[in-house]
């Protein structure tokens, strides 16, 4: 697992220890922002989601949005299978 993240602990540490994908909506200001030449602004979504190797969580994602996305139902559904590619 990745070495900042304590399993078990904070959001990023539940998804790690549970294996589960999780979604937030109207995330606090202080969490997160996204930032561009453009400009920043605040996230709204955030997911967290783990990816899996041999049964394990062998790290995790986290992706902020300003609008909801459909990840968690492809996340879920293809996981075991998306985890290799992006190790």
């Known amino acids: 697992l990745i ?3 304590v399993v078990g602990e904070g959001l990023s540490g539940q998804v790690g220890r549970d294996g589960q994908a999780v979604e937030f909506c109207n995330v606090p200001v ?8 453009l400009g920043e602004s605040q996230c709204v979504f955030l997911y967290i989601l783990p990816l899996i190797a041999d049964s ?3 790290g995790i994602v986290e ?7 459909p990840i968690m ?3 879920n559904e293809l996981k075991g299978e998306l ?3 992006l190790l």
């Not at 202080?30 to 030449?37: P, T």
């Not at 992706?63 to 996305?69: E, N, V």
């Open 56 to 58: 394990s969580v062998v």
């Open 83 to 85: 985890s290799p590619m």
């Open 30 to 37: 202080s969490y997160m922002k996204a930032c561009s030449g």
């Open 3 to 5: 070495d900042n993240v």
């Open 73 to 75: 139902a492809v996340w």
């Open 63 to 69: 992706i902020g949005s300003f609008h909801k996305l």
